[in-house]
């Protein structure tokens, strides 16, 4: 099907070490423009999942299929190429901290870039301006010139999204971006995501933690349990037993407004 | 994972699976048995030196008949054994293992005793489990009946939680406290320690003390002596300084690319990524333990006896290995999620060095290359000693001059002073710019 973005089938993930089977027998597929949440108490496989369809972790069994391209069978070369429509930011924001906001940013580029030009920390003018350009629509042009760590947490998961815009990507995924934020922060970096799925027409995968999040931003929602699915569907169907299903019989629902 | 949940399927593991399994028991074992024989050592030295026995010569070693040998190498082997069965050893607490009855309780006297006796035939048929297609943790003996052997680190939330109690209540304070005490009686006995002979022979060195403390600054910038080949001090310091700036800069320009190939993170799990790690490990770990003053005794004799030369290469050589294998432990220990991230956004694998790697490591690489440069003074202070060139040329002549030069005391004490000054005030700077740095 042409507006499946991602489909993928029987995903497994063991994780040799501990022996854990952190994804078990995971198919589903996500169409273009969605907003998927995924959901699902901590250990319950989200990262992972998230982490294998861009092979930061190396599934153990499965296909991912994106964009008609098997990721999972891909070279090191093909899988740059997945890779860089693919952007990713993360609950920890991941940026390196020392480096100035706009090298961060500009890093996002690193997969179109000449090498020979990125080892010496050259960037066209183009990318600087489209940095320049990122930063201003996630409103923190004023620091680009400022160490990564001088930023609140807010505004480092804002770099992060900059960083993400700066590939252009077809999907994005965001695993727990909210989770390190007060819930303030949390709505407007919500908010970035769903102009960034509105308006660019980019598919967004986010695990969440707060049901009204994920009622408030998803268009549908995917819930794990144990490394398998146990709920699929649109945010207005779980109700109070699916609620518990998913998070356990003690789990009381809180509220983020 | 919170929740770990064990794979179902039905696994058939490896002989490097079983091996892992084996290694750390193995390990711990030794261990036990290296630390009973050090303690039957050190019973046997000592009852020599109190009470004369005929085992230990004069030298300290170990000489016994040729009955004895096997005699206390099987009564180690019956300790380690006892204690592990009995006791809690040494190996099991520092290898994370732990012997549990069924439950996770403690073992009862019953399964302690069946476990000795196991452990006899377990050292000769223990290898046979690797061939076997028993489950791990099931190796030979480690049953229900005998106690089973548990890595604590997997346990731990399943123990019962415990008290904990004063260290000399324990069995491993009681230990560790133990063979500190053996440790420090020996040294004293070996190192023939002797205040008594301290307090004695005060007098000899005294007017060494006195002209050391009245330095002569004859030769500060004087720069030839009567026999035309002596020259200052302030020439032989700045030698000194620059030998140990050369051999750090250039060595920490060689150790910075070679670090990156002696990282774990950046090499990659896959076999030639291993091979050049554990190269690149050996070569600095070699390299490391084999002293610069060492090195300076081939240099010295291959570009000439007290050329400054000779002792830069040395310090050199120690400082790429030492500063590699440091560097090495940073680049290990940085932050792996920029790294993640970068990788992401579909960078190559150089590329997520230069742009995620780099920029973390570098104010603990400068901070550790100026503690180098620190030492490589010090370094090269003494390592004229083996004719390395430097200030230590000066102070060697001067203290052979002993007996000729009446005030050659005097000279060494002007020398001394000297390198006091130097490596004092380069300390303050290099801790100044760690400061800075950090």
């Known amino acids: ?257 | 994972m919170k929740k770990p949940k064990k794979s179902k399927s039905a696994r058939r593991y490896s002989l490097l699976d079983r091996l892992a399994v084996l290694r750390p028991r193995l390990s711990a074992f030794m261990l036990d048995w290296a630390s009973w024989g050090y303690v039957v050592y050190g019973v046997m030295y000592l009852l020599n030196k109190y009470w004369y026995l005929r085992y230990v010569n004069f030298y300290g070693r170990l000489t016994l008949p040729a009955w004895g040998w096997p005699v206390v190498i099987l009564a180690t082997f019956e300790l380690a054994m006892l204690s592990h069965a009995f006791g809690q050893s040494i190996g099991l607490n520092l290898f994370g293992l732990k012997l549990l009855g069924s439950e996770y309780a403690p073992p009862r006297m019953s399964q302690r005793l069946r476990r000795y006796v196991a452990l006899h035939l377990k050292l000769f048929l223990q290898p046979l489990a690797l061939f076997g297609d028993r489950p791990l943790g099931m190796l030979l003996h480690d049953g229900e009946r005998a106690g089973c052997m548990f890595q604590v680190a997997k346990i731990k939330d399943d123990l019962p939680p415990e008290k904990p109690r004063k260290w000399y209540l324990t069995y491993r304070g009681l230990c560790v406290a133990g063979l500190l005490g053996l440790t420090f009686w020996l040294g004293w006995k070996i190192t023939a320690i002797n205040l008594q002979m301290l307090v004695d022979r005060v007098g000899k060195s005294g007017h060494i003390w006195h002209d050391l403390v009245t330095p002569s600054f004859t030769y500060l910038t004087e720069s030839v002596n009567e026999r035309g080949h002596l020259y200052s001090i302030t020439y032989y310091m700045m030698e000194t300084i620059f030998m140990a700036f050369f051999a750090t800069v250039s060595g920490a320009i060689v150790a910075f690319p070679l670090s990156f190939l002696g990282a774990r993170n950046i090499m990659g799990f896959n076999a030639v990524g291993w091979l050049i790690y554990t190269l690149m490990r050996t070569v600095f770990n070699a390299l490391r333990s084999i002293e610069s003053i060492l090195m300076a005794v081939l240099f010295a004799v291959w570009v000439g006896f007290g050329n400054p030369f000779a002792g830069a290469l040395a310090l050199f050589f120690h400082t790429i290995a030492a500063l590699g294998k440091l560097y090495s432990e940073q680049v290990e220990a940085v932050d792996p999620g920029p790294l993640e991230a970068i990788a992401a956004t579909g960078a190559r694998r150089w590329q997520v060095v230069i742009y995620g790697v780099i920029p973390q490591i570098i104010p603990s690489y400068l901070a550790f290359t100026l503690y180098r440069w620190d030492i490589n003074i010090r370094m090269a202070t003494v390592i004229a000693l083996v004719g390395g060139g430097g200030i230590g040329t000066l102070l060697f002549y001067f203290k052979n001059e002993v007996g000729r030069l009446d005030d050659a005391w005097n000279q060494v004490g002007a020398v001394i002073v000297a390198i006091v000054i130097i490596v004092w005030i380069l300390d303050y700077i290099s801790a100044r710019v760690r400061e800075k740095i950090g």
């Not at chain 1, 995924?38 to 861009?54: A, V």
């Not at chain 1, 090298?103 to 179109?112: A, D």
């Open chain 1, 1 to 257: 099907m042409m507006d499946d973005l991602i489909r993928i089938e029987h995903l497994t993930k063991i994780y040799e070490r501990g022996e854990v089977l952190a994804l078990n027998d995971v198919s589903f597929t996500v169409k273009r423009g969605e907003f998927l949440v995924l959901l699902g108490l901590s250990g319950s496989g989200k990262s992972t999942l998230l982490r294998c369809i861009n092979r930061l972790i190396e599934p153990t069994a499965g296909t991912i299929v994106f964009d008609g391209i098997d990721v999972t069978r891909a070279s090191s070369r093909q899988l740059r190429q997945i890779r860089r429509r693919m952007a990713m930011i993360f609950q920890q924001f991941n940026l390196v901290k020392r480096s100035t906001v706009l090298t961060n940013v500009l890093s996002g580029r690193l997969g179109y870039v000449s090498p020979a030009a990125s080892a010496i920390h050259k960037f066209s003018k183009q990318d600087i301006d489209m940095a320049m350009a990122d930063l201003d629509r996630v409103g923190i042009p004023e620091q680009a010139y400022k160490r990564a760590d001088e930023l609140s947490g807010g505004q480092q998961q804002r770099v992060g999204i900059a960083r993400a815009l700066m590939q252009q990507p077809d999907l994005l995924m965001a695993d727990e971006p909210v989770s390190a934020l007060d819930p303030a922060t949390s709505h407007s970096v919500m908010q970035h995501l769903e102009t960034m799925n509105r308006e660019d027409g980019v598919t967004v995968i986010a695990s969440l933690h707060f049901l009204s999040l994920a009622r408030r931003y998803g268009t549908r929602i995917l819930a794990l349990k144990d490394g398998e699915i146990v709920f699929e569907g649109l945010p207005t169907e779980i109700d109070e037993a699916k609620f518990k299903e998913i998070y356990g019989e003690e789990a009381e629902e809180v509220e983020v407004r």
